[in-house]
């Protein structure tokens, strides 16, 4: 459907209303050890409305018809009165400013690949790890994509249809340890924003990245456990990255600092160390497209960058319309829906910290004991700020110099006295873009940064 169709059905709303037509495609082909153990396509795609009157009312329909339109848009208002009889209630006022208007991002024209294209691919990339190097316990290779396609309208002109991929490689190594246990790798995700197409035509591309992987996993396997405590050390940009996003980027979406985030009493202070500025980026970072660009959300606000620290001061949350006219801010297009039938949530798009000035080598040269930290595995924080964070390779730095690769350990701490830490920021930036946040529904984000250099609590003995 198109924006102007959506608009249509609008004529007669007099409440605050949003149409969205949307569509998901998620492929995935995954071999385990020479063996297919998936081949998949999905489909999921319908049409939703959402009207403010007095209260919010919301529903949806998997059908692209204007019919279907017709009646999700009736049942929503419906929804919304009848909740706004019962309660007595009456939502905040919206802001009704910066719409997306005429915002059309279409699908990239070009031949397509086939799936049997796709799985060679992933076939080639398994047939050189096993015969490069046989001696593997075992070795994993997964082909993830996901297209969303949205047409949005909303009530007062904002009108725009994007069109949002990202695809990705994974390869996890498993290889014997000093004690017979299994030890784990996963190289760092390759691909990104954009189609199969767009990002794999030749799986030897590919080959550097995994011999670099096997070559840390042999290092890994004969590594030393940390020495446990606060620590120096060197977080590489992967996770920083994942840092600014959980640990922060959470603490700073609108409606969980109106949930009690221990950011909303912290808005003009210092929450960082002045070498820490982070960016909510739209669409556009540093000259380049963002690994997960929004040009719209679906709210039909126009998307734009969201400053949230400048300089270690707490500048700004990300909102909806809601929680913008509430606190008196510009709506910058985080609200977005990851399924048609989701209601939209204040999300992150593209969390980034800043790069700085400092050199990498600089940054482990300063440092006389203390560890190298990279490859985030997994992790949890909440809206205290509080967060730990499992890290699948490290290496010692005595002297200045990186030493022996340490054992599967974990970061932790609170995010706002951790960054205070800070000391150096290197000047170089890497974007991960493989991830879902999943906050009450999955999304697609991108997060991104530098290497830090910091004082953080290590688990280890």
């Not at 399924?339 to 999300?347: G, N, Q, T, V, Y």
């Not at 790069?355 to 040269?365: F, Q, R, S, V, Y």
């Not at 300063?366 to 909440?382: I, K, M």
């Not at 499992?390 to 200045?400: A, D, Y």
Request: aromatic share 6%; hydrophobic share 40%; charged share 20%.
């Amino acid at each position: 459907m198109t924006p102007k169709e959506l608009a249509a059905a609008l004529g007669g709303i007099s409440d605050y209303a949003e149409l969205r037509a949307q569509t998901n495609t998620s492929t995935g082909i995954q071999m385990l050890n020479g063996n297919l153990t998936a081949n998949a396509v999905n489909t999921n795609g319908g049409v939703s409305a959402r009207v403010c009157a007095g209260m919010w009312g919301f529903a949806s329909a998997p059908e692209q018809t204007a019919e279907s339109v017709k009646i999700v848009l009736e049942a929503a208002r419906s929804n919304a009165l009848f909740l706004s009889g019962r309660t007595g209630r009456k939502e905040a006022d919206l802001h009704t400013g910066c719409a997306a208007k005429d915002v059309y991002v279409p699908r990239k024209e070009q031949k397509r690949a086939s799936a049997s294209d796709k799985l060679n691919f992933v076939r080639a990339l398994d047939d050189y790890i096993a015969k490069t190097y046989p001696a593997l316990v075992s070795r994993r290779v997964i082909l993830s994509g996901l297209t969303m396609e949205k047409t949005i309208a909303v009530l007062g002109g904002a009108e725009a249809h994007t069109f949002l991929p990202r695809t990705s490689v994974l390869v996890m190594l498993s290889a014997e340890g000093k004690e017979g246990a299994p030890v784990d790798l996963m190289m760092p995700p390759a691909g990104g924003g954009g189609e199969y197409e767009d990002l794999f035509c030749d799986p030897a591309a590919l080959y550097g990245e995994i011999d670099a992987c096997y070559e840390a996993l042999m290092k890994k396997r004969e590594g030393v456990r940390p020495s446990g405590g606060v620590k120096t050390c060197v977080l590489a940009p992967d996770l920083a990255g994942i840092l600014a996003h959980e640990a922060v980027g959470h603490t700073v979406e609108c409606d969980l600092v109106r949930g009690g985030s221990v950011a909303g009493k912290m808005l003009n202070r210092t929450v960082a160390s002045e070498k820490i500025s982070i960016v909510d980026f739209a669409h556009t970072a540093f000259g380049q497209t963002c690994p997960v660009p929004v040009y719209a959300d679906d709210e039909g606000v126009l998307a734009r960058d969201a400053v949230l620290i400048e300089g270690g001061i707490l500048k700004g949350y990300m909102h909806n319309r809601r929680t913008a006219r509430e606190f008196g801010a510009e709506p910058m297009g985080n609200a977005r829906a990851f399924a048609f039938s989701d209601e939209p949530l204040i999300r992150m798009r593209n969390t980034c910290i800043l790069p700085g000035t400092d050199k990498l080598a600089d940054l482990i040269a300063s440092v006389e004991d203390g560890y190298y930290l990279s490859h985030p595995t997994n992790g949890q924080a909440d809206m205290t700020g509080e967060f730990m964070f499992g890290v699948g390779l490290g290496f010692e730095i005595k002297n200045g110099k990186l030493g022996r690769a340490l054992t599967n350990t974990t970061v932790s701490g609170v995010a706002f006295e951790m960054l205070k830490t800070v000391s150096m920021v290197s000047d170089d930036l890497k974007w991960e873009a493989s991830g879902f946040c999943g906050k009450k529904q999955m999304m697609v984000v991108g997060m991104g940064g530098p290497a830090i250099l910091c004082r953080i609590n290590v688990g280890g003995e």
